[in-house]
Structure formats: C-alpha cells, structure tokens
T-cell receptor, first 112, second 111 residues
C-alpha cells in the first residue's frame, strides 16, 4: 500500500503559466514533507520542504501548500519555465524514524 | 564542488557474481543512504547510516549489505545478485535525514 501517492504520472503546462503538482498521503504520523526534482540521467535534487506545523512555504517561484486535514500537499510553480521540465517527487517522513517515503513522481512538461 | 559520486554509472552482471557499488561524498556529511528506483514506484530506501560504523536497514534491505568505515564512503554490496535486483540505485547524503544531495545513479542489470 503506497503511503505517498502522486496520482498524475504526467502534466503538461504552457510556459509562463502556473504548474500545480499534487501529492496525497495516508499516514497521519508524517510531519515533514519534501519535493525533489529530477532530470534524466541525474539524481534527485532537493527543491523545497514543509513542516507539518506550517501550511505554506515559499521559495522564489516555488510554493508548497499543506492541507493536513485532507492529507494533501501541492507544489505550485509560477511562472513555469522550460527548465522546469523534469520529474517531481513528493516525499514524506515522520520523526519517529529516519525513513523517507516517496511518491512515484510526476513528469512535468513545459510547452513553449 | 560539493558532490556525491557513485561508481559505476552502468553495470551489467550475472546472477550470483558479487559486486560493489561505491559512493563517496565530499561534504563531511554524517548521514548517508542508499535507494533503489523501479518503474512506477518512488525511491525506496535500502540502508542508511547516521555516522561512521552505524548502519540501519531501510524498507528493502534484503540481498544487500553496506559498510561505513569512513565518513565519506558508503559502499553498497550485493553478495549474490539476482535478477530482481535489476534497478536504478541512488546514493545520498546530508547533515542528517532526510538527505538533500544525491549521486547521479547506477543502473544495474542482473541477468
């Protein structure tokens, strides 16, 4: 049973528009969430994170929103740029262990 | 340049032939971990290490070994590889969990 789900395998967005990537989780013990970005033939790169005590965290063009009651988080990228085309992974952890549980990823394609 | 270096990038081997994938980081990180990525699944943790001589099992440790004799190195050992260990492997490091720095991956094929 997947504890972290990214239900959209891919997403296509026009350059300059907003990209919204979604992630759902089932384990209410998760208290820290991260987004990673991955280009082909490279390892994941940390993008942005959020603690469960917050509902929003911003870093430049990237904003992560957390809705604990819905067990849902989303990553907003605005404006979307061609270099944002990559696979985005959502991951979650709880402070009782050191494991990071990953979603399957969403491939974001930015169209010119 | 801060980096996590894995070698080799590609490896094709046969069932039962012992192999080691090396991982080295130059950031003096205490935490290191190994993941595997399979199609349709997210990364799954194999083993992790909080510091030198301290290692622990992750989600999928069966068939793997690790060692942490020095802070910078964290090799992944497959004593008797099997076809179900064909996968893309990533080493990662950080000041603590979760890791923020990943290597570029090792694609392993076991025939």
């Amino acid at each position: 049973d997947q504890q972290v789900k990214q239900n959209s395998p891919s997403l296509s967005v026009q350059e300059g528009r907003i990209s919204i990537l979604n992630c759902d989780y089932t384990n209410s013990m998760f208290d820290y969430f991260l987004w990673y970005k991955k280009y082909p033939a490279e390892g994941p790169t940390f993008l942005i994170s959020i603690s469960s005590i917050k509902d929003k965290n911003e870093d430049g063009r990237f904003t992560v929103f957390l809705n604990k009651s819905a067990k849902h988080l989303s990553l907003h990228i605005v404006p979307s740029q061609p270099g944002d085309s990559a696979v985005y992974f959502c991951a979650a952890s709880d402070n009782s262990n050191y494991q990071l549980i990953w979603g399957a990823g969403t491939k974001l394609i930015i169209k010119p | 340049e801060a980096q996590v270096t894995q070698n080799p990038r590609y490896l094709i081997t046969v069932t039962g032939k012992k192999l080691t994938v090396t991982c080295s980081q130059n950031m003096n990180h205490e935490y290191m971990s190994w993941y595997r990525q399979d199609p349709g699944l997210g990364l799954r943790q194999i083993y992790y290490s909080m510091n030198v001589e301290v290692t622990d099992k992750g989600d999928v440790p069966e068939g793997y070994k690790v060692s942490r004799k020095e802070k910078r190195n964290f090799p992944l050992i497959l004593e008797s590889p099997s076809p179900n260990q064909t996968s893309l492997y990533f080493c990662a490091s950080g000041d603590g969990p979760p890791p923020l720095h990943f290597g570029n991956g090792t694609r392993l094929t076991v025939t």
